[in-house]
């Protein structure tokens, strides 16, 4: 992420693997259709993705708590190039 005044952005690094984990749940046969619906679930496999599975759970909590309102927020996304 980046800061932009009193915003955080999100790096194309990271947009690349929120995609990536979206894609991944939607070409999953085995995938609960209603999980599509939680942002949770592609936040946790990109920030799995990104940053290895060695954190806890409750750690994994944290960081997908944070991402999410993140990604909830208004302009989320950067509309220019970014670092990363």
């Not at 980046?2 to 915003?7: E, K, N, P, S």
């Not at 085995?30 to 999980?35: I, L, Q, V």
């Amino acid at each position: 992420m980046r800061r932009d005044g009193a915003r955080y952005l999100t790096t194309r690094r990271w947009q690349g693997a929120l995609a990536r984990a979206a894609l991944r749940l939607l070409d999953d046969p085995d995938a609960d259709p209603s999980e599509g619906a939680d942002l949770r679930v592609p936040v946790a496999h990109a920030l799995v993705e990104l940053y290895g599975p060695d954190h806890g759970s409750e750690e994994l909590t944290r960081f997908v708590e944070a991402m999410v309102l993140v990604e909830a927020a208004p302009s989320a996304s950067p509309s220019g190039p970014s670092p990363g």
